[in-house]
């Protein structure tokens, strides 16, 4: 069993994917969740993951896929839902300015086929990684890491909507506290 402990004193120690073991008082447990691979259908939304129940949602890695320029990457609307009603909306272009790299330019700058991991990470919201294919032009990948302290009493989602004319693939994996 591992067990965990976090900087919040109401929330800790977490087990860790431990379900047969009942939650004492002042205990936790954290889930791990992947979604696999959901297809986003051009100008359509589609839920990543819900979760119901009360918790607290800590981070999500977020995986974009599609053989594409930029800006369809850039284009997609990463949409959070708490006990069903939308607190946060933003798009992927606005994580690039609010940190103030362009992906893009980093990685064709490289001028070579492979990854590009940025400077610096902000704590909230960060583009990680892309993969260029520098054969096509295109980037084949792009990864966001959303580390977002939210509590909920109902249900969480993270929902992406596609506004553009492809269709994108996004995977996420989450980690996810509850506590009684």
């Given amino acids: 069993?591992?067990?965990?402990?976090?900087?919040?004193?109401?929330?800790?120690?977490?087990?860790?994917?431990?379900?047969?073991?009942?939650?004492?008082?002042?205990?936790?447990i954290a889930l791990s969740i992947e979604s696999g691979s959901v297809a986003i259908d051009p100008s359509s939304e589609s839920a990543l993951y819900t979760?119901?129940?009360?918790?607290?949602?800590?981070?999500?890695?977020?995986e974009f896929t599609a053989n594409t320029g930029i800006s369809d990457y850039m284009s997609?609307?990463?949409?959070?839902?708490?006990?069903?009603a939308k607190k946060l909306q933003f798009t992927v272009?606005?994580?690039?300015?609010?940190?103030?790299?362009?992906?893009?330019?980093?990685?064709v700058s490289a001028t070579s086929t492979g990854y590009y991991y940025p400077d610096w990470?902000?704590?909230?919201?960060?583009?990680?990684?892309?993969?260029?294919?520098?054969?096509?032009g295109n980037i084949t990948a792009y990864y966001l890491m959303l580390n977002i302290d939210i509590e909920f009493i109902e249900s969480?989602?993270?929902?992406?909507?596609?506004?553009?004319?492809?269709t994108?693939?996004?995977?996420?994996?989450?980690?996810?506290?509850?506590?009684?």
Avoid at 2 to 28: C, H, M, Q, V, W
């Fill in 1 to 28: 069993m591992s067990i965990y402990t976090l900087d919040r004193p109401d929330f800790a120690p977490i087990i860790i994917n431990y379900p047969s073991r009942p939650l004492y008082k002042g205990e936790s």
């Fill in 51 to 62: 979760i119901t129940g009360v918790g607290r949602h800590i981070n999500s890695l977020l």
């Fill in 76 to 84: 997609q609307v990463i949409r959070i839902y708490v006990d069903g």
């Fill in 93 to 107: 272009n606005e994580v690039e300015a609010y940190i103030g790299h362009n992906l893009y330019n980093k990685l």
């Fill in 121 to 136: 990470i902000n704590p909230i919201i960060t583009p990680i990684m892309g993969y260029y294919d520098d054969s096509t």
């Fill in 156 to 166: 969480f989602s993270i929902k992406i909507y596609n506004p553009t004319t492809i």
């Fill in 168 to 180: 994108m693939y996004c995977n996420s994996k989450a980690l996810v506290g509850y506590y009684p």
